[in-house]
């Protein structure tokens, strides 16, 4: 609706304006407009002598070309001498030529020579000096040129007054036929070419593409009322420019209107394009002596075509039933009906006359400012339809980030729920390798060192054994547990520092080896932990079943992997007593839980190795800066 009310506000300011720019000031007596004139046809470059054949003639005049152009000799009163300038007013004299008045020229338009070719479309307003006017009877004689290539010849009763009262008329006429056309021409280049950029990066919308067409064939079409001059070898080809451009407006009116109705059909689309082309190509096979016939009859046929429009148009506003929908039609049929009467003013002024006799002699030519319309029509029909687009767009976006926005804050509870169950989480695995670590060692060997207590199995030095035990493992879990400023290097360190005491005091010999990087290896404490208790636990069984005497642990980072291996050369796996303990399927279930693999073999010549053999990757994590 809002764009039905800014265009019932555009129309209302361009009728409110209308009468400015089109009536003409009331006539006064002042003005004299000259209705019957002497003619004879000459190509003399001064009025003939009373001697020729002249013959009375009225104006306005619209006769068979003559070849040589024709003198029209008029008379005139003044009843005083006039106090102010005055001047001749030709509302057009398409030809060129000369005004004379009391046997002086006054006045000189240009006129078609071997080197310019003319067609004035604009009106003539000639100073007269005050000095020939005087009180009395005068004689204006104008000398009306040919124009190359049309077989009539018109000229408009010349208006003779005070300038002040000349002027406005002269203004007006001007306004309408040259100043314009000139807009036009300008508004049509600039709405083509930028409609044809869209049309360019968007190529599915073909509107904007017949839309550019169209006002880039009325624009080049409008040229006729701006270039007035042009050579005559290129005449020619600016006359078929001209063809070619008014009739393929026509027709990319017609595919545009099919487009837009959806009522557009291959065939229909190809035979527009066909008789589009029949009209400058008979031009261009028949030469300058057909344009009379090109254009009277090939014209004619394009008349049909526009009604064809306006019909397509109207049924196309019907079936949409909205008040934007009529703008179009309504401008074709304006359009249409402007074309008609240039074509009857040009080739049937007389049937025009049997309607408005006076208007005919005007010669306005009303097509382009119809076209024009239909151009505006156009544009706001597009506009309307981009507007549309956008505000749908829009719509669409607000709706697609109202969606997003529920979906991050969905995503953020979600995440933040994740993150407290992976605290919670991470603080229930704590708990539970705190615990496990506490029964299956330090409590263990507490309660197993009660238990003898009690028993009275235990003596001062072995109880004092046990407790040192049950402090080395309680160290071990610590220093495994600690912060990360203890990694993997400390803590075995401590251990080995531990059981080289353990393993002397037995008498095994033993040999280290150690070797980690010093900055890239960085082990988390459960990790830690478990390398270390399997370390632990292999030596326990060395010290305790192997009856070897030496052993040999080291532990290496290589390749992406950390391998740990404890070997003796003790009795080896088949001649170790049966202990029932749990050793071995604990070191398995330590690898396992690291995603790590545990081999037990025997050695190269006797005694057993144990290999732990862990990827970095998964329990190592890089070191905090």
């Known amino acids: 609706m809002r764009w039905w009310r800014l265009c019932a506000a555009v129309l209302a300011c361009a009728v409110a304006a209308l009468p400015w720019l089109t009536l003409e000031p009331a006539p006064t007596d002042a003005v004299i407009e000259i209705r019957r004139a002497m003619m004879v046809e000459s190509a003399a470059t001064a009025p003939p002598p009373e001697t020729a054949a002249w013959r009375e003639t009225t104006l306005p005049l619209s006769r068979g070309q003559p070849s040589r152009g024709a003198w029209l000799r008029m008379r005139f009163d003044v009843s005083h001498p006039p106090a102010d300038f005055w001047g001749v007013l030709l509302p057009y004299l398409y030809g060129g030529g000369q005004v004379w008045l009391d046997g002086r020229l006054v006045g000189d338009m240009p006129v078609s020579s071997a080197a310019l070719h003319v067609r004035w479309e604009r ?28 077989t009539a010849m018109n000229v408009a009763p010349p208006r003779v007054g005070p300038l002040a009262q000349l002027r406005p008329q002269f203004d007006r006429r001007y306004f309408w036929m040259h100043t314009m056309p000139e807009l036009t021409v300008g508004g049509c280049l600039v709405v083509a070419m930028l409609m044809l950029l869209i049309w360019w990066r968007l190529p599915e919308e073909v509107l904007y593409g017949w839309f550019g067409i169209a006002a880039l064939m009325w624009g080049i079409r409008t040229l006729t009322f701006v270039i007035e001059a042009v050579p005559p070898e290129r005449w020619q ?37 066909a008789y589009w082309a029949i009209g400058p190509a008979w031009r261009l096979a028949s030469g300058i002596d057909s344009d009379e016939l090109v254009n009277r009859l090939w014209t004619a046929g394009l008349i049909p075509i526009a009604i064809a429009i306006v019909v397509m148009s109207v049924a196309t506003a019907r079936r949409q039933r909205t008040p934007l929908s009529f703008l179009l039609p309504a401008a074709l049929a304006v359009a249409t009906l402007t074309g008609i009467h240039d074509y009857l003013m040009v080739w049937k002024p007389r049937l025009l006359a049997q309607f408005a006799p006076g208007w005919v002699g005007q010669r306005y030519f009303l097509l382009h400012y119809g076209a024009d319309l ?12 981009f507007v549309l687009s956008v505000r749908a767009l829009r719509e669409l976006n607000e709706t697609l ?15 933040e729920r994740m993150a407290e169950l992976e605290r919670q989480n991470a603080a229930a695995v704590e708990r539970k390798l705190i615990m496990r670590e506490i029964h299956d060692g330090l ?13 009275g199995a235990m003596d001062a030095t072995e109880m004092a054994s046990s407790l040192r035990a049950c402090i080395a493992d309680m160290r071990l879990a610590l220093e495994a547990l600690a912060p990360d400023d203890h990694g993997l290097q400390v803590a075995f360190g401590d251990f080995m520092f531990r059981w080289a005491a353990e393993l002397e005091a037995i008498g095994v010999r033993y040999a280290w080896t150690v070797e980690l990087p010093d900055d890239t ?37 290589r390749d992406g992997r950390l391998v740990l291996s404890v070997a003796d050369d003790g009795v ?14 604990n070191m398995a279930a330590r690898a396992q839980q690291l995603g790590g693999t545990l081999r037990v073999e025997p050695g190269p010549e006797r005694g057993t190795v144990v290999t732990l053999t862990l990827e970095l990757e998964r329990v190592g994590r890089p070191r905090m800066a």
């Open 572 to 585: 080896g796996l088949a001649r170790r007593p049966e202990s029932g303990g749990r050793g071995l399927p």
């Open 123 to 150: 009106p003539a307003l000639i100073v007269l000096p005050r000095a020939y006017l005087g009180a009395g009877g005068h004689e204006l004689a104008i000398h009306a040129s040919p124009v190359a290539g049309e």
């Open 443 to 455: 409590g263990s060997k507490l309660f197993t060192s009660l238990s003898r207590v009690e028993r």
């Open 237 to 273: 080809w600016w006359r078929l420019l001209y063809l070619a451009s008014t009739g393929g407006f026509i027709v990319v009116l017609a595919l545009f209107a099919g487009r837009l109705g959806g009522m557009n059909s291959r065939w229909t689309e190809r035979a527009l394009l």
């Open 401 to 415: 980030e109202s969606r997003v926005a529920d979906r991050e804050r969905a995503l953020t509870v979600n995440f």
């Open 374 to 385: 239909v151009l505006v029509a156009m544009g706001v029909l597009l506009c309307a339809r």
């Open 521 to 557: 290896l960085q082990l988390g404490p459960h990790a830690t932990l478990q390398v270390l208790r399997t370390a632990q636990e292999a030596l326990t069984n060395v010290a305790k079943h192997a009856d070897a005497r030496r052993v040999e642990l080291s532990l290496v980072a």
